[in-house]
């Protein structure tokens, strides 16, 4: 793992640290730049809501940011580790310990059970009570009568719900989410907001989101505007 | 329904994956069925025309009541475009320089032989030759021993009834020599149109008056229908496969190949089951977006009839296309093998099972699900419904059995080779239905963790349908495939052993009781032991508990054991290949009763304890029966319907001896020098037919591995259907553990142990599916007895394993590609 020295001190509070960061994909006849020199930090703790039109890069953004993908140029820093400079496999195990999902699409395994998809990632993780963590989650969440359930069985907003008790289940340092509420309606978007919200204090994780959604924006305590590949932050010059 | 909306659906269903997979394990599935079906005909056309040498045609009337064979009969055939020749057969004296003897004479027509060659000598020195026809009019081929005995050469004069012959040879070798102890005497041919002359073959004499005939199949199996009604009971319509000899091996062979073509439709069906129902359940929500858009149910499942019946059709022909050269290259290695020419022939007829199953499997799977398509509410382009319940299952696998039956049974229309299949099947069924309970029970408490053995277990269990139904159908591929394989094994063994390198190829016969120490020096002294030597009485069985046995036999039951004179021996052990059916085998000092050949006391209803009647010369005997055996015909060496016990009733009836040994190729002069020193002595020399049974089962066995590999291949495509079925579900999961940390190589290992798990399972399985249909199958398709097969019963599910972890890394390949980022795009 590589530590930036110059960083060394501040490490402990810096979350994620992006720096000159773009990304460029190859279209053949021309190349398509989607986010272009992008530079940031995110402390630890703290809640980002990035907001943006569509097409502006918001989720590619995001997905560079958990080391899903890596940028054509750039380093991006998460938890001290330079991640775009991280192997495929270092990159999974980093996430395996300190990073969790919620998907606008919820992303359930839809032959598995709610209780069976938050144990997932506790098992990946060599979790030692992956059961009792994953049935704390559930009722946590407010879904313990529908432990045995398949997605199938549940609406939209249940299946968010488990897809945040998931999220949460490896006790994360970071949470991503795209539009987490994109797929819900107003009500039921509140609830999951204030869910996932709820969750993130008590956790004290650092949580990165995409959304449309403004109210859910406004509760974050900081926003990042994103447009055509090209990130700013209100207030504070470029 | 307008033509254009179902052409642009035709359009947009070609980019859809579940398609191109339906596709491809039809035109799979039809070029096996087909390849198979079109080279078994081949294989059949081949050995039937290789066999058919032995009786010089492909097919023998031979009239026994002293008439020749009508000659409109003979105008029929040709007309029908079939070659035809006759023959008379008739034993005669002759006569030569002063001396006579009694021969066998066989008169042939031009055109004789229609199959096969005769060989023959000009000189006694002179190496042997191949004919193509028999002896020119006014000559005469003679057996080399009737040279010593009448003391004429080749070129002298010898007499035939009332016409003088010249000597022009000597006959070696008849392609319908045949393989008969009676045919003592020494063989004499001649031409067709001399006997008249002869003033011989009268009305009433000993004479048979044989038609050949030699053509397409097809039509010479009408033209037996059309003589069928007309023969009576003195004519016999002989085909290849009324021989004893060869018979039985090239009926286990054609069966063989039935079974394969059994297997390989079986094999076709599942693959293209598989692919159509995954199909069909894929369409749901496409038709349910279609309701939403106006599309009535009645008209959404027309469409889809409509859709399934054009891709049916279009992979038929494509599989057609692609069976043709295989076919052509199959073919091929056969005649190299063969050293023969091969004419390539696709008959319609051939292809029918292919199409057949193509579009019978293709509807008995997609029906089901199609038919719930019409109900598949609109909802569900809003709101994911739940899937289909349990029980909606039961009917589809109803139809799916009901479908597979059907198929089996036009197929191969035979009774017990589709119960041994179902056998092996429903066994399969049941053991699979008690396994998944274990499996639900024993995996339920598995709770994932790091190893990859542990996630493996847990994703079994969690995908405990899906796997389920993937191990049905791995086990039935592992089933079908073994079933093949260890028949194939079996097979091959037998007739391995049935005729060995050293197998006994001459027989000496006529041996006088005085010279049996004799012959037994003299070829003990040139290295060619003669073990077994069988005294040998000539008699007939003429009565049955004190009844005439003729009256006892009912009339239509042609017993040829009857009609002529059979060879009883004494022996106080018995032959080595013989097996004891019932009653027990003589005791030391025991002097009563008879050993039965099994078959024959079957057809004349002989149960132990009768009394059997035989006339010796002018003498009569009377013995109960104490045992029944059976007898392998099939193997060339001396083998008795009756055997008497030693110093038992024939111990004073004048006896000859016999014994069969093995001389190699490289010691047959030695045969000149014995016929010298024991002139009387018959030499019967079967070493021709031994290597040509020999030289046939090395070409079906040639050919059962080429189709045991098509079949192995074809088993393996279809697992690859089945893996690739779930590619996408896959590759979604993969991404998704992908994004919650699942390293690379954890995935690769897990899913390898997954699969092996499946793999090993099914394997096991399959095997036991398996021996249930081998079983059956020896029992009664191959009379074979059966033994379990412990060797494979764990080699099996170890490479069924290994295979499917192959194919999981493989195809788990394209999930480590693909980004996890796919995930966040929102793939479905
Ligand atoms: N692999 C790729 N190949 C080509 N274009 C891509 C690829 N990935 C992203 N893009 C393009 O980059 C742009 C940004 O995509 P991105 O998904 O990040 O937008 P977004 O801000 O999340 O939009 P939305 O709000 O609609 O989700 C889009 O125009 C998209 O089409
Ligand atoms: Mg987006």
Known sequence: MTVDKQTDGEHSHIMLRLHNVSHR???????????????????????????????????????????????????????????????????????????????QSFQLLP???????????????????????????????????????????????????????????????????????????????????????????????????????????????????????????????? | MAKSPFRASLRRDWRERDVRVVLTALIIAVATVATITLFADQLQRTLTLSASSFLAADRQLISENGQPVPAEWLAEAELRGLATAKMVRFPTMMFGDGNFQLVSVKAVSAGYPLRGQIEIQTTPDSAREMRARGPEPGTVWVGPRLLQLLKVSVGDPVEVGELELRVSGLLIREPDGGFSLSGLAPRVMMHADDVAATGVVQQGSRVAHVALFAGDEGVLTRFGRWLQPKLLPSQDWVSIHDGETLSASLEKAERFLLLGGSIAVLLAAVAVAVASRQYALSQRDSVALLKTLGLTGKAAGRLYVWRLLS??????????????????????????????????????????????????????????????????????????EPGESRLAVIPDIAIAVGAMVVLLWLYARDVTLVVALLAGLALLLATLAVLGW????????????????????????????????????????????????????SLLSDWQ????????????????????????????????????????????????????????????????????????????????????????????????????????AQRLGISLGDQLGFTIGSETITEPVTSIRSVQWDNMRPNFYMIFPPQGALDTMPATWMTSFYLPETAKQELNGFSRAFPTVS????????????????????????????????????????????????????????TLGARQTLLVRSTMAEFALLGFFAGLLGVAGSEAAVWGLQYRVFEAPFRMHWGVILPIPLVSALILALFGRWQLKPVLRVSPMLLLRRLE
């Open chain 1, 25 to 103: 994909v190859d279209l053949g006849h021309d190349t398509l730049t989607i986010l272009q020199g992008v530079n940031g930090e995110i402390n630890r703790g703290e809640s980002v809501a990035i907001v943006g039109p569509s097409g502006s890069g918001k989720t590619t953004l995001l997905g560079m940011m958990a080391g899903l993908d890596t940028p054509t140029e750039g380093t991006i820093e998460l938890d001290g580790a330079v991640i775009s400079a991280m192997s495929e496999d270092q990159r999974a195990q980093l996430r395996a310990q300190r990073v969790g999902f919620v998907f």
């Open chain 1, 111 to 238: 032959s598995l059970s709610a209780l069976e998809n938050v144990m997932l990632p506790l098992e990946l993780a060599g979790h030692k009570a992956p059961l009792q963590r994953a049935t704390e989650l559930l009722n946590r969440v407010g879904l313990g009568e529908r432990l045995r359930h398949t997605p199938r069985q549940l609406s939209g907003g249940e299946q968010q719900r488990v897809a945040i008790a998931r999220a949460f289940a490896s006790e994360p340092t970071v949470l991503f989410a795209d539009e987490p509420t994109g797929n819900l309606d107003k009500h039921t978007g509140a609830a999951i907001s204030d869910l996932l919200m709820d969750l993130n204090r008590e956790q004290g994780a650092t949580l990165v989101m995409v959304t449309h959604d403004e109210q859910l924006a406004a509760r974050c305590q900081r926003r990042l505007n994103i447009d055509a590949g090209v990130l700013s932050e209100p207030g504070v010059p470029a």
């Open chain 2, 311 to 384: 891709w049916g059709v279009a992979g038929a022909l494509a599989g057609i296309l692609v069976a043709l050269p295989l076919y052509a290259a199959l073919a091929g290695l056969l005649a190299s093998v063969l050293e023969s020419e091969f004419a390539l022939q696709v008959e319609p007829r051939a292809l029918l099972p292919a199409l057949v199953t193509a579009l019978i499997a293709m509807f008995a799977f997609a029906w089901p699900p199609i038919r719930r398509l019409q109900t598949v509410p609109a909802m569900r382009v809003l709101r994911s």
């Open chain 2, 438 to 489: 274990l499996m639900v029970l024993a995996l339920k408490g598995v709770i994932g963790g790091g190893s990859s053995w542990r996630l493996a277990l847990v994703a079994l269990y969690r995908h405990r349908r899906a796997s389920l139904s993937q191990i049905s159908v791995f086990a039935l591929t592992v089933m079908l495939a073994c079933t093949l394989l260890l028949i194939r094994t």
């Open chain 2, 497 to 600: 052993a049935q005729l060995p390198e050293d197998a006994p190829n001459h027989f000496l016969i006529n041996i006088s009781p005085q010279a049996v120490a004799e012959v037994k020096d003299f070829w003990g002294e040139r290295g060619h032991g003669i073990n077994a030597v069988y005294p040998m009485v000539r008699g007939r069985l003429t009565e049955l508990n004190g009844q005439p046995v003729r009256q006892v036999v009912s009339k239509d039951e042609r017993v040829e054991a009857l009609n002529r004179e059979l060879n009883l021996t004494w022996t106080d052990r018995m032959p080595a290949d013989n097996q004891l059916l019932a009653g027990r085998w003589f005791e030391p000092g025991e002097t009563r009763g008879v050993s039965v050949e099994a078959e024959l």
């Open chain 2, 683 to 738: 030499v019967l020399e079967v070493d021709h037919i031994i290597a040509r049974i020999q030289s046939i089962v090395a070409q079906v066995t040639q050919a059962i591995e080429a189709i045991l590999w098509l079949i192995l291949a074809a088993a393996l495509v279809v697992m690859a259907a089945v893996v690739s079925a779930t590619l996408q579900d896959r590759q979604r999961e993969g991404a998704l553990l992908r």
